[in-house]
């Protein structure tokens, strides 16, 4: 373990060894409209290792998208620690964040929120011309060519499927090499056959490459591949736990409804809230 120069932060390890990229502690977010205060997250501490692949589940309205949000750097919380890769996230400023998001963070969302009348290869050349732009055609070539998409190149976004337009912003999320790719519902408006194809890309990421992965969804057979679930309610984490034997995507049928929630009650719903492992 080696301590952070500035803050003297030390990252917690798991038993496997692997450093934790990103550590919330007693996080919470109120929202202010006008006079009403809309509490978010009420106290949420999460440890996320390297490597990891995780989901975060749960209704809507529970804080999902908020808590993204945080991790982030996109906004701030009300209260509370966040250390994301041993850097305490609180202190920077405006433009130290967006130079920790584009270094360290990938993006993708459920909207996919690609430019239009822009090419493939355009939207994801973006993120590079902030940084060092040497190579960047062929680095954003490269990483349309490891999501499938290498004969799509000169492609606007309305001449490809919902499927496609997914994979464009996974390329565009992953060209500068994050070390964190965080996921907002990303297979929440494709088809079953696309979503099966969009959430191979991130196992095969993380599996292949390391990617530490956050993925945000409320479908239990999404998360259900993923490595460890987190279930959030009223902006309180309910339920955190290892999925055992994980899908690999692509190989499983989706189960029938019936059996799928009740595999989820089972696994999740009656469990009472788990300690945070570590
Ligand atoms: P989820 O992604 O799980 O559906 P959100 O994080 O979007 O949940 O929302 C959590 C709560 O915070 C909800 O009650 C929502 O209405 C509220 N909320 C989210 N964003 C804002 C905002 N920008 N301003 C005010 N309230 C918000
Ligand atoms: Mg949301």
Redesign the pocket.
Known sequence: MKADKKTDYVAPVDDRGRKAVIDIRDIT?V???GDIE????RGVSLQVYEGEFISIM????????????ILGALDQPTSGEYYLDGVNVAKLNDSELAAIRNRKIGFVFQSFNLLKRTTAQRQVELPLLYGNGRDRAKRARAALESVGLGSRLNHMPNELSGGQQQRVAIARAIVNNPAIILA??PTGNLDSRSGTEVLKIFQEMNRENGITTVF?T?DPFVARHTDRMIM?RD?EIVADKVVPDPYIAGTVERPSEASELEGVFRETYYEAPTEAFN
């Open positions: 977010k929202y202010k409209m809309i509490p978010a997250l749960g209704p809507s309205g529970s804080g999902k998208s908020t808590m993204l949000q907002d519902e945000v409320h959030l902006g």
